[in-house]
């Protein structure tokens, strides 16, 4: 269901919108979940940003990024520092927009683990809804480590029972091999065909991901791989907020912590949970 200023949202021939967009507004309509908008610019915000989330996933799906664990990560030195933990650190004086840009433009350069590069995804596509000078604005300060992500992105995550495209959900390997912990299970992209997009894995049917998952589980288990009711996506009408207000002055923020957790493919609730541990120890 779609709400827009307390009004049914009703869909018009006169929409502005490509067949990705159509599939993203009949989904939300037939959701019993309600989606609600203070207007019109917010709510075609959300959906093409969207758009841009499954156009971004099938950009690196097609790009030379390689899948690695946090150790062997490597990046462009010309726009960002590699961290002994595996982060990328945007370097003094480059512009974010130039530096997230360069991760599609040059991605031979590039190797990172699956949240990473699901975070990459979301900058890369909202740089795209905002355009540059709200983008560079807002994030100044970037470092790709995991879910780490700047408050202004508004990353969050819930369960429930429907998401859509645009999504990021988390496929759980509970009994995995200690042997190979970087299939712990899978953080991918919602698509428009309902298919999901997972980083070192490509563009698969829900099946076919448990599939394998299940191949890479301990000699003996019965527990079998599953798809969690976890989401996440970004604060779409916050975001939305700052470019009609055209932020583009540098706003001073506090930095968010950052746990080196070395975890590879956890998903959004497991980082913050050793967040939050290491905050309550």
């Given at each position: 269901?779609?709400?827009?200023?307390?009004?049914?949202?009703?869909?018009?021939?006169?929409?502005?919108?490509?067949?990705?967009?159509?599939?993203?507004?009949?989904?939300?309509?037939?959701?019993?979940?309600?989606?609600?908008?203070?207007?019109?610019?917010?709510?075609?915000?959300?959906?093409?940003?969207?758009?841009?989330?499954?156009?971004?996933?099938?950009?690196?799906?097609?790009?030379?990024?390689?899948?690695?664990?946090?150790?062997?990560?490597?990046?462009?030195?010309?726009?960002?520092?590699?961290?002994?933990?595996?982060?990328?650190?945007?370097?003094?004086?480059?512009?974010?927009?130039?530096?997230?840009?360069d991760i599609y433009r040059n991605s031979s350069l590039y190797?990172?683990?699956?949240?990473?590069?699901?975070?990459?995804?979301?900058?890369?596509?909202?740089?795209?809804?905002?355009?540059?000078?709200?983008?560079?604005?807002?994030?100044?300060?970037l470092y790709l480590y995991s879910w780490h992500t700047d408050p202004d992105l508004g990353l969050y995550t819930?369960?429930?029972?429907?998401?859509?495209?645009?999504?990021?959900?988390?496929?759980?390997?509970?009994?995995?091999?200690?042997?190979?912990?970087?299939?712990?299970?899978?953080?991918?992209?919602?698509?428009?065909?309902?298919?999901?997009?997972?980083?070192?894995?490509?563009?698969?049917?829900?099946?076919?991901?448990?599939?394998?998952?299940?191949?890479?589980?301990?000699?003996?288990?019965?527990?079998?791989?599953?798809?969690?009711?976890?989401?996440?996506?970004?604060?779409?009408?916050?975001?939305?907020?700052?470019?009609?207000?055209?932020?583009?002055?540098?706003?001073?923020?506090?930095?968010?912590?950052?746990?080196?957790?070395?975890?590879?493919?956890?998903?959004?609730?497991?980082?913050?949970?050793?967040?939050?541990?290491?905050?309550?120890?």
């Open positions: 269901m779609i709400q827009i200023s307390g009004m049914p949202f009703q869909p018009s021939g006169t929409m502005n919108t490509g067949s990705i967009e159509r599939i993203i507004i009949q989904q939300m309509l037939n959701d019993p979940v309600l989606y609600s908008y203070p207007s019109n610019n917010a709510f075609l915000f959300e959906v093409r940003s969207r758009k841009n989330i499954i156009e971004s996933a099938n950009e690196m799906n097609e790009s030379e990024v390689k899948f690695t664990t946090f150790r062997y990560a490597r990046c462009n030195p010309a726009y960002w520092n590699l961290t002994g933990a595996g982060g990328f650190l945007l370097k003094p004086n480059v512009s974010p927009s130039e530096a997230i840009q190797a990172t683990e699956c949240a990473t590069a699901c975070v990459i995804i979301l900058y890369h596509a909202i740089l795209k809804s905002i355009g540059r000078p709200v983008f560079n604005s807002l994030f100044y300060n819930f369960n429930g029972s429907h998401f859509l495209p645009g999504d990021i959900v988390y496929f759980n390997n509970p009994d995995f091999n200690v042997q190979t912990p970087w299939f712990r299970g899978l953080n991918a992209v919602v698509m428009s065909d309902g298919r999901f997009f997972g980083h070192g894995f490509g563009i698969m049917t829900a099946d076919e991901i448990l599939e394998f998952l299940n191949t890479q589980r301990q000699p003996g288990s019965n527990q079998l791989a599953y798809l969690t009711s976890l989401i996440t996506r970004p604060s779409f009408n916050t975001l939305s907020n700052y470019v009609t207000l055209q932020r583009e002055r540098i706003t001073h923020k506090k930095t968010p912590h950052v746990i080196h957790h070395n975890k590879n493919r956890l998903s959004f609730v497991q980082h913050q949970d050793y967040l939050n541990n290491t905050y309550n120890n």
